[in-house]
């Protein structure tokens, strides 16, 4: 450690140190530099900075080397994440590439990361329900991990608290399965969604088809434009950073946001190697950096650290924080750190053709995807032969009758061909899986990555719930597409490695009881209180909603209470 | 030692990373191209640049084994169109060349034809990346199905008689 002297010491010094600038980290930036705090706020990526660092947001496809296709020598390189959807030509600067930054899989797990400013809320797919009672009771009920120490009534003023913030457009359902938020209009439906929704409603009970609710602004408010966001375009681009902030991103919002207090230090290049725990004071006194260019080790502090690097390396960084206290990482007396970690199940998916609503069909594009199935499976009680349920997105929609058959004026009158071809219709599922003791991470014992951190070893793997699950959806979904008179249905399952579905969760779970959870009801670790976790670790179960916006949620909650516990003086 | 590619001067103006295409291959797939999309009373293959685009395409983002493929395909059906036009396939006429390329896309939708030879793999990849080339072009995708970057509405609820890109 280089200058140790007291004034050196003052300057890395705050009130409050976040790791990592993503959806949650950025959260807990904006809450508390609002709250007056001195914020540290660490990113182990490069700055990327609104509108300026989007170098591909208003490109045309002509205007990519290759149109859009990713190299092949760059698709070899990175066997893990070009398996994921969003790595074109245009976005693939931001996702981390394989060999950038190394890990064990014990199992195959495709761990797609954003190593940036705003991390991978610059990529996610911005879908956004709530949680209910049937999510946080879930675990209680069926059996399985641990009760969650909070229930949906903790956690709803605070959606509504970042909803409104964040920009959320979807209808009021008035669902209890899928709580209503505060809305900006919708995305509606269009002919053959409404159609599908209308058949569920007359022929099920409780299945219904929603316009999915998403994080764009289909109409700003004030708040909005105040954060320099404008109308969402419905470009449909997003994953390349929106020059409108028609999208919620950290980059877009949180942040700059944060930034504009002037308590707010933004420190890119910063990997944490661990948090510093003080034996003889008994709490967290602050975090190692490791810079990312230099390798110089720094260290910074401040009486509250949030830990919100993202789901997997929040587990590392705790993992490595090791002490007298905590030999086996940071605030780990139940032995549970690392543990219980799940994900979501997307490994099926089907398509189909429906032959009516010939009137009508759709002009622009829809940002929001189509729509979106509440869980409908063992809701209200346990009915099937594996636990809990899935969501669906359904979806459809119609293109023209191009065809690339022929040569010549043939082949250009084919393609340029403007009739209307049929209706095709998509559905995918968004499975809940069961957190286990025996899906976990752990440090390699002798493996480093290039900032000297133990590599993480990933030991995760669907089981026989996951199985039956997928075979109900489709079995049900078939069904269902069947008596609408949807044609041609086919229906694809796939091997994909955990992971891939971005969703994976917990390690650092929740609980009412220290001796087999991680966290309290305030997201504090039960042993050392003055550090807070509010990413996807923090997760108990992980019903089947899309995580982000509970993570924002828990995070806005989780940065109150800290506030008011620095205030009282109890940390 | 890949090759360069040429203008119709004869000066190099594409490096090639990974191919090794002589002259005379790159002739072939030149006029293959414009066989396939050809200068009508709109433009066609060469004039749009989109030869240049399939050698980049097949050097940058196919894998060594459809590289190599390619290769030997169009060997063979360099090979191939010698023999039923009698003379190489650049120095046949318009016709002969539509008529060769058609019977090769004829023979594509064949379940049974076995492509021992990568004649159909090598085909398929010219034209697929002509199509390719071609619909996500600055020509096609602002004067034949026009591509908005940014088109500010999403009407769900549209009018089928109205529908008109």
């Known amino acids: ?571 | 030692m890949p090759s360069c590619l040429h203008d119709d001067k004869g000066n190099a103006v594409v490096k090639l990373n990974n191919l090794t295409i002589d002259a005379e291959q790159e002739k072939i797939v030149n006029s293959l191209t414009e066989t396939i999309l050809p200068k009508t009373d709109t433009p066609g293959a060469a004039e749009l640049g989109i030869n240049l685009f399939v050698f980049k395409m097949i050097d940058d983002c196919a894998g060594k084994e459809q590289q190599a493929d390619f290769i030997t395909g169009l060997n063979k059906f360099a090979d191939e169109a010698k023999q039923k036009m009698g003379k190489p396939f650049v120095d046949g006429t318009d016709k002969q060349r539509v008529a060769f390329v058609s019977s090769v896309e004829k023979l594509g939708k064949d379940k049974n034809y076995k492509d021992d030879g990568k004649l159909m793999a090598f085909y398929q990849m010219v034209k697929g990346q002509t199509v390719f080339g071609y619909t996500t072009s600055k020509y096609f995708m602002t004067k034949q199905v026009v591509y908005e970057l940014v088109p500010g509405r999403y009407n769900a609820m549209y009018p089928a008689s109205k529908a008109t890109v």
Request: hydrophobic share 35%.
């Open chain 1, 1 to 571: 450690m280089a200058n140790l002297n007291i004034d050196s010491v003052k300057e890395r010094t705050f009130d409050a140190i976040i790791i990592g600038s993503g959806i949650s980290g950025g959260w807990a930036a904006k809450e508390f530099t609002g709250k007056g705090l001195k914020t540290l706020v660490l990113e182990r990526g490069r700055d990327v900075k609104h509108l300026k660092d989007y170098p591909t947001t208003n490109l045309y496809p002509w205007e990519f080397p290759h149109h859009g296709v990713v190299p092949d020598a760059i698709q070899k390189a990175n066997p893990v994440v070009n398996r994921c959807y969003a790595f074109g030509e245009d976005a693939m600067h931001f996702f981390v590439k394989d060999a950038e930054h190394p890990y064990v899989q014990e199992k195959p797990f495709d761990w797609i990361r954003g190593y940036q400013t705003g991390g991978k809320s610059l990529l996610w797919a911005r879908q956004t329900q709530r949680w209910s009672n049937f999510d946080f009771e879930g675990p209680a009920r069926d059996g399985f991990a641990v009760d969650w120490p909070i229930r949906y009534e903790d956690i709803a003023p605070w959606y509504s608290y970042v909803e409104k913030f964040a920009g959320i457009s979807g209808n009021r359902d008035g669902l209890a399965e899928l709580p209503d938020g505060e809305f900006l209009p919708p995305f509606p439906l269009n002919a053959v969604e409404t159609y599908f929704s209308n058949h569920l409603k007359k022929n099920y009970k409780n299945r219904h088809v929603i316009s999915a609710r998403c994080a764009h602004l289909s109409k700003p408010n004030q708040i909005h434009l105040d954060q320099g966001r404008g109308q969402c375009q419905e470009r449909t681009l997003c994953q390349r950073g929106c020059p409108f902030g028609g999208y919620f991103s950290s980059n877009s919002s949180t942040i700059p946001w944060a930034l504009k207090t002037g308590l707010c230090t933004l420190r890119p290049h910063s990997v944490v190697e661990s948090i510093i725990y003080d034996d003889k004071k008994g709490k967290a006194t602050g975090v190692r950096v490791i810079d990312a260019n230099t390798k110089e080790a720094i260290e910074y502090y401040a009486p509250v650290i949030f830990v919100n690097a993202a789901a997997l390396n929040s587990n590392l960084i705790l993992l490595n924080s090791k002490s007298q206290r905590f030999p086996n990482g940071l605030g780990n007396d139940s032995g549970t750190l690392g543990k219980y970690i799940a994900f979501h199940n997307y490994s099926a998916h089907m398509n189909a053709e429906y032959d009516g609503a010939k009137e009508w069909t759709t002009d622009g594009r829809n940002p929001a995807g189509g729509g979106y199935i509440p869980r409908f499976r063992n809701v209200y009680k346990q009915e099937t032969n594996f636990l809990r349920g899935y969501a669906a997105g359904l979806y459809a929609y119609r293109g023209h009758k191009q065809s690339s058959d022929g040569i010549g004026q043939e082949l250009k009158d084919n393609l340029a061909r403007k009739e209307l071809g049929g209706w095709s219709v998509g559905s995918h599922m968004m499975g809940e899986t069961i957190p286990k003791e025996s899906n976990f991470v752990t440090l390699d014992n002798s493996l480093k990555d290039p900032w000297g951190i133990p590599q993480l070893r990933i030991s995760v793997d669907y089981d026989d719930n996951d199985e039956k699950m997928k075979k109900d959806y489709i079995e049900q979904m078939t069904e269902m597409f069947t008596s609408a008179g949807f044609t041609n249905i086919q229906t694809f399952t796939d091997h994909r490695a955990p992971g891939l579905d971005i969703h994976e969760m917990g390690g650092v779970r929740m609980g009412k009881d220290p001796k087999t959870s991680m966290l309290d009801k305030w997201h504090r670790l039960h042993s050392c209180p003055n550090v807070y976790v509010t990413d996807g670790a923090s997760m108990t179960s992980t019903s089947c909603q899309n995580p982000s916006l509970t993570y924002m949620a828990f995070t806005a909650r989780a940065v109150d209470h800290a506030v008011s516990e620095l205030k009282k003086g109890n940390v």
